[in-house]
């Protein structure tokens, strides 16, 4: 009988706590089956830089996992959805430079439509397997403050019957980790079907990270 093991990243994953370190070694993870069909594995980073080996960090921003664009530029939030959370920080007044920006999966998860790669939601399996990346960098990082945004981040970090749409913007504790408040993804702002619901969302997703700046000391 063939048993197979449980996915995980947790093999791949170095003692070494550097973020440098840690976004060279993910490039190598085959914890899971989704670096198959990715051009290649994107961790997280602050303004643009891998976070150096001393990084001050209010901030961990944590999404879903890297889209179209952040698989081929292997950098995350540098697409469409990442463009307007760079508006929303600015509207809310966050030092951008304190923020560390990542996904709750590295690997792009996606299906073929024609000759588009259309996201595809990474399941309890794929985000769970990621899971050591992520504990990895929030040892590292040390933020003040997680973000979850969306579902898929929020209810890893909160469990399963997480609501976002009840509890977004309010400060949730979790044994063993910074203080975590869960908001919109920017690329449900992108899908929203009117210019009003677009508005109001997007109206949610700056009070919620204004709440996270106080949150986290400004
Ligand atoms: S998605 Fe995560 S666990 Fe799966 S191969 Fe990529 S880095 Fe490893």
New binding site residues.
Partial sequence: MVVKTK???AP?VPEERKLPVLAQA?QK???????KN?TQ?VFGEVDGRDGGAKPKIAIMMIGEQPGDQEDKQGRPFVGPAGKLLDKALEEAEIDRSKVYVTNA???FKWEPRGKMRIHKKPGMK?IN??RP?LDAELETAKPKLIVALGATAAQGLLGSGFRITQEHGKVQEVDGMPPVIATLHPSAILRAQTDEDRHAQMRMLVEDLKEAKRVAGG
Wanted: charged share 25%; proline share 0%; glycine share 4%.
């Fill in positions: 996915e995980s990243a791949f993910v993870c085959r914890g899971c089956d989704l670096y990715a594995a999966v590295k690997h794929e397997a990621c990346w």
